[in-house]
């Protein structure tokens, strides 16, 4: 080593120029080598004091890693073996000069003030000027030099010297610029050295943070949290932040959450626009594999964002990352977090299927993948999804083609069952007072009526089985016609609601109306708001509840007429011949006759009806519920959803066979024979003759002696099942006629033998165009409305309606006679009840959407779609024309009153300007997000800024809705 021979003064210079010139490197490393070995011995102070400069100025200006690391090596030891040589080289203003300086390899600098400072460390003043000049310094430092290997460096420094961190108001400087530099953090583009750069973004930097924030005032961590939020919610698409963000996630405390998730959907001064983009990057953060309770912060902020009715963002969000959601559940470090967003979003997302189809099909290769792990994780995560999917397929009904797949992917998983499903989705739901007012409200916000020409009710919260209900009647158009037309009384505020609603889905520009104060006056006592309820139900109740006012007004108009000296025998006879809305439209009478088979004495009673309940023979449908009940318990993938599977358990509902139809499919008229038919009383259930004063053997016989105008049939499906001991649904499939006839006054009523088997027969072959005689006296009804019920039980599932109108204008019912004569004549085997008497152009009603549908549509509901079933059927008589005379009414709609009218008129300019504001918030919002800066997008809450938009509004109202609403 005779080249190292010289004066050991000169060796800094020797070292220095040795290094920066072009000899070979092997000479540089024994160099090197020799001047390590040489700090281990004693040394002058200036020779020391050289050599830690040049190794300092080396480092932080040649690129060289070699020579870098070689430098680093020699200062070590010479500054261990020098301390107090190191405390004096080590100045204020090297200290400065290091913070300051702009060199090659800064992120060296920070590496020599943490060796340093751990080498010198003590309790002496130097020392301590020395942290406070960090303190002071580090904010300018974080801001000047933001990059990842730099900011971890200073952060291992301030892990290690806890003293030099800021204080007072420094600190949440601190934290605000930490944190804008992790957003600015480049992933390494070497696959090798990313979970070191995880590693210490996630525990490094973000620990450091922790220790902050658990030490500091919970107001630090907020501010911290608020730059976090300005950082992620900017517009400036070349200015997206970092997925290093998400490194801070696992540190922030969790029992902040819900305030910080309130404030935050809560604060005026953010415009919705950054919230969205907010929540679309936290989403983006699932990529990260440490960012321990992101998905609890990102459902909170879901939540949090449905609690103050903020729905358009919600929807928007999911709508754009559901698939981006989706890709997670394949990177197995984040699946499981992936994995509680994705199945939130669709379980909340519940007015539309659209979110769940964009990834249905990519189930099953899904499903393919995590079964070839064989591991535990996999198939716990293969179960909890299988739960999902088949929630998600009950509640979006109808769509085989999509889901066969997924039930073939999942048919050996477990299954949910009905109660599961429905708890899912009401832990899910966007549970508010007006979310479905929200929700479903941007049809009648942004959308004009459907090409029908029909408006559609919004679902204001599981009310299909009201809203079902009140579009049959609004199609029954003599009672429609009759509504509009009443003069109210304030005794009458039931009818007065259904008079509005009337109003305005005949003349309202929105595609659909909200009818919240009929449900607020119409729901019965019993009903719980926000449950599924039986329309049928509903239905008597409204009937009775109206009926009832007008009686009340009768009363009022008679007490008034006493005290105005008419006689009590006139007010009596007024208030017997009063016929009221209700009675005149639905109510018939029924007379129900008891013959002793011992005495022979007859006693008759007569009573009104506003429907008639039929029920299913034991002999055509036992076991048939049963049997439905027991293959949903152990497939009911299939009754859920639909497709092959469902075809099989359809034919066990429907009594569809390979060769057509089984004996438990019936007709109405089946269903009518077996109301009407003579029941023998005997046994447990004889009758109490009055002329005997015992119970002896019976009859029983009912009779029709007045047909209403509209005819109610609801089909008793939903009864108690002996043999499965629970509350079942019956899927009997039952054909419906266009026309029906049944009998009135008949020889029937009166006949103590058992019924003969051509009864039904007897009734389709009535003719119109013969006079009645006693015995074959009939009334003739055309069907208008059937109501169908989804689902598998009464308290649950959803409500539809198809409809036509009821006016027979335009008809040619005086020559239909003679028509249905050739008919007859050309095809002898048809029956009768095939005729249609009313016009043919039927409309499907569901909740807020309207569309033209088809009887062929909806006549074979069951065979299609085996958990729909039609429940309540509405038929509107038909009278034999009198010539010279006109018995209806013009088909168009009477004038409503002159406050009605001005209501509607008033609600259709608001909804002009509500287009027209729309569209100018729309262009509005273009022009800012193209031409405006960040930060006067978005304000601190601090700032006083303008305000944001209110949120809410809709989504899926009017163009895509649900089939099944628990």
């Known amino acids: 080593m005779a080249e190292l021979d010289y004066p050991i003064i000169i060796m800094d210079q020797i070292l220095e120029g040795t290094l920066r010139s072009d000899k070979p490197n092997h000479l540089k490393r024994q160099l090197c080598h020799k001047v390590e070995e040489l700090g281990c011995s004693n040394q002058k102070p200036t020779t020391v004091h050289g050599v830690l400069d040049v190794v300092l100025r080396l480092s932080l200006e040649i690129p060289d890693p070699y020579i870098v690391e070689a430098c680093k090596k020699i200062y070590l030891v010479w500054g261990k073996h020098n301390r107090a040589i190191l405390e004096e080289f080590f100045t204020p203003i090297r200290l400065q000069t290091l913070l300051d300086a702009r060199v090659t390899n800064q992120k060296q600098a920070i590496w020599f003030i943490h060796e340093t400072m751990l080498t010198i460390r003590s309790d002496e003043p130097p020392?301590?000027?020395?942290?406070?000049?960090?303190?002071?310094?580090?904010?300018?430092?974080?801001?000047?030099?933001?990059?990842?290997?730099?900011?971890?460096?200073?952060?291992?420094?301030?892990?290690?010297?806890?003293?030099?961190?800021?204080?007072?108001?420094?600190?949440?400087?601190?934290?605000?610029?930490?944190?804008?530099a992790a957003g600015t953090f480049e992933a390494p583009k070497i696959p090798e050295l990313m979970k070191q750069y995880i590693m210490d973004v996630t525990y490094v930097v973000g620990g450091l943070l922790s220790y902050i924030w658990k030490k500091s005032d919970v107001s630090v961590t907020v501010k911290s949290l608020h730059q976090i939020f300005s950082l992620i919610s900017h517009l400036h698409e070349n200015r997206v932040p970092s997925l290093a963000l998400a490194g801070t996630v696992p540190h922030i405390p969790t029992n902040i959450m819900d305030s910080v998730v309130k404030q935050t959907v809560s604060d005026i001064n953010i415009p919705d626009v950054n919230i969205k983009a907010a929540l679309a990057r936290m989403l983006d953060w699932l990529t990260w594999p440490a960012a321990k309770h992101l998905d609890s912060w990102i459902i909170a902020f879901f939540k949090g964002l449905a609690s103050v009715h903020k729905y358009t963002i919600l929807m928007e969000v999911v709508e754009t990352k559901i698939e981006h959601v989706y890709e997670k559940l394949h990177f197995i470090p984040v699946r499981e977090s992936a994995f509680m967003v994705l199945a939130h979003m669709l379980l909340s997302y519940q007015h539309s299927p659209e979110p769940f189809h964009k990834?249905?099909?990519?189930?099953?290769?899904?499903?393919?993948?995590?079964?070839?792990?064989?591991?535990?994780?996999?198939?716990?995560?293969?179960?909890?999804?299988?739960?999902?999917?088949?929630?998600?397929?009950?509640?979006?009904?109808?769509?085989?083609?999509?889901?066969?797949?997924?039930?073939?992917?999942?048919?050996?998983?477990?299954?949910?069952?009905?109660?599961?499903?429905?708890?899912?989705?009401?832990?899910?739901?966007?549970?508010?007072?007006?979310?479905?007012?929200?929700?479903?409200?941007?049809?009648?916000?942004?959308?004009?009526?459907?090409?029908?020409?029909?408006?559609?009710?919004?679902?204001?919260?599981?009310?299909?089985?009201?809203?079902?209900?009140?579009?049959?009647?609004?199609?029954?158009?003599?009672?429609r016609q009759e509504v509009l037309a009443s003069q109210l009384s304030k005794d009458q505020p039931l009818l007065a609601e259904l008079r509005r609603v009337f109003a305005f889905l005949s003349a309202t520009q929105r595609a659909a109306y909200a009818p919240s104060a009929f449900l607020t006056a119409s729901r019965p006592p019993w009903f719980t708001a926000g449950l599924q309820q039986d329309c049928s139900e509903f239905m008597r109740y409204l009937y009775d509840q109206m009926h009832e006012e007008e009686l009340a007004k009768l009363k009022s108009e008679a007490a008034i007429a006493t005290s105005s000296g008419l006689s009590r025998q006139h007010t009596e006879m007024a208030e017997n011949q009063y016929s009221s809305l209700i009675s005149q439209m639905f109510m018939g009478k029924i007379m129900t006759m008891f013959k002793c088979l011992s005495c022979h004495h007859e006693s008759k009673h007569v009573e009104s009806f506003t429907d008639l309940s039929l029920a299913f023979p034991e002999d055509l449908t036992n076991g048939s519920a049963l049997k439905a009940k027991n293959i949903c318990s152990?497939?009911?993938?299939?009754?859920?959803?639909?497709?092959?599977?469902?075809?099989?358990?359809?034919?066990?509902?429907?009594?569809?066979?390979?060769?057509?139809?089984?004996?438990?499919?019936?007709?109405?008229?089946?269903?009518?024979?077996?109301?009407?038919?003579?029941?023998?009383?005997?046994?447990?259930?004889?009758?109490?003759?009055?002329?005997?004063?015992?119970?002896?053997?019976?009859?029983?016989?009912?009779?029709?002696?007045?047909?209403?105008?509209?005819?109610?049939?609801?089909?008793?499906?939903?009864?108690?099942?002996?043999?499965?001991?629970?509350?079942?649904?019956?899927?009997?499939?039952?054909?419906?006629?266009?026309?029906?006839?049944?009998?009135?006054?008949?020889?029937?009523?009166?006949?103590?033998?058992?019924?003969?088997?051509?009864?039904?027969?007897?009734?389709?072959?009535?003719?119109?165009?013969?006079?009645?005689?006693?015995?074959?006296?009939?009334?003739?009804?055309?069907?208008?409305?059937?109501?169908?019920?989804?689902?598998?039980?009464?308290?649950?599932?959803?409500?539809?309606?198809y409809a036509r109108h009821s006016s027979t204008n335009g008809l040619d019912l005086m020559n239909a006679d003679t028509k249905q004569e050739r008919r007859r004549a050309e095809h002898h085997k048809k029956m009768e009840c095939s005729q249609d008497l009313l016009p043919d152009q039927w409309y499907l009603f569901n909740d807020s959407r309207v569309t033209y549908s088809r009887y062929?549509?909806?006549?074979?509901?069951?065979?299609?779609?085996?958990?729909?079933?039609?429940?309540?059927?509405?038929?509107?008589?038909?009278?034999?024309?009198?010539?010279?005379?006109?018995?209806?009414?013009?088909?168009?709609?009477?004038?409503?009153?002159?406050?009605?009218?001005?209501?509607?008129?008033?609600?259709?300019?608001?909804?002009?300007?509500?287009?027209?504001?729309?569209?100018?918030?729309?262009?509005?919002?273009?022009?800012?997000?193209?031409?405006?800066?960040?930060?006067k997008n978005w304000k601190d809450p601090d700032d006083k800024g303008p305000p944001g938009s209110c949120g809410g509004g809709g989504g899926g109202g009017g163009f895509s809705t649900n089939r099944l609403v628990f």
């Open 359 to 479: 990834i249905v099909q990519s189930v099953p290769r899904t499903i393919m993948a995590w079964r070839s792990e064989l591991s535990e994780a996999s198939y716990s995560l293969m179960c909890k999804f299988s739960h999902l999917l088949h929630t998600l397929m009950a509640h979006h009904l109808g769509f085989p083609d999509l889901y066969e797949p997924v039930l073939n992917a999942i048919k050996d998983l477990p299954c949910p069952s009905s109660e599961q499903i429905k708890e899912s989705l009401e832990k899910h739901n966007w549970k508010s007072s007006q979310r479905h007012d929200r929700i479903l409200s941007v049809s009648s916000t942004f959308s004009r009526r459907s090409e029908t020409g029909k408006t559609g009710l919004i679902n204001l919260g599981n009310t299909c089985y009201m809203n079902s209900v009140l579009q049959a009647l609004y199609m029954c158009d003599s009672f």
């Open 634 to 801: 152990d497939n009911q993938r299939a009754a859920l959803v639909g497709g092959a599977a469902c075809d099989k358990l359809a034919n066990h509902m429907t009594g569809q066979g390979k060769d057509g139809p089984l004996k438990n499919v019936v007709t109405l008229e089946d269903l009518l024979k077996h109301y009407l038919r003579p029941e023998k009383l005997k046994g447990d259930n004889k009758y109490y003759c009055d002329v005997c004063r015992h119970l002896q053997d019976g009859i029983r016989f009912i009779h029709i002696i007045s047909p209403p105008e509209y005819l109610n049939l609801t089909l008793l499906r939903f009864a108690y099942n002996v043999k499965a001991k629970a509350r079942s649904k019956i899927f009997t499939d039952v054909t419906y006629p266009k026309s029906l006839h049944i009998p009135v006054d008949g020889d029937e009523v009166g006949n103590t033998a058992e019924p003969s088997n051509d009864f039904i027969d007897r009734i389709k072959k009535s003719k119109t165009n013969v006079p009645a005689t006693k015995s074959e006296s009939h009334a003739t009804y055309a069907l208008c409305a059937v109501i169908v019920h989804s689902g598998l039980s009464s308290d649950s599932g959803h409500y539809y309606c």
């Open 127 to 180: 020392f301590l000027r020395l942290c406070k000049i960090i303190q002071l310094e580090s904010v300018t430092y974080l801001t000047r030099y933001p990059a990842y290997e730099t900011v971890t460096g200073l952060c291992r420094f301030m892990t290690d010297f806890r003293d030099c961190i800021p204080r007072d108001g420094r600190l949440i400087a601190f934290c605000n610029s930490l944190i804008t």
């Open 856 to 935: 062929e549509s909806f006549c074979n509901i069951t065979k299609t779609f085996g958990k729909d079933t039609p429940y309540v059927l509405f038929y509107k008589r038909i009278h034999p024309p009198v010539v010279g005379k006109s018995t209806l009414k013009p088909a168009g709609d009477v004038p409503f009153p002159l406050d009605l009218r001005a209501a509607v008129d008033q609600d259709n300019r608001l909804f002009l300007q509500e287009q027209e504001l729309a569209e100018r918030s729309k262009h509005l919002q273009a022009s800012t997000q193209s031409n405006t800066s960040f930060y």
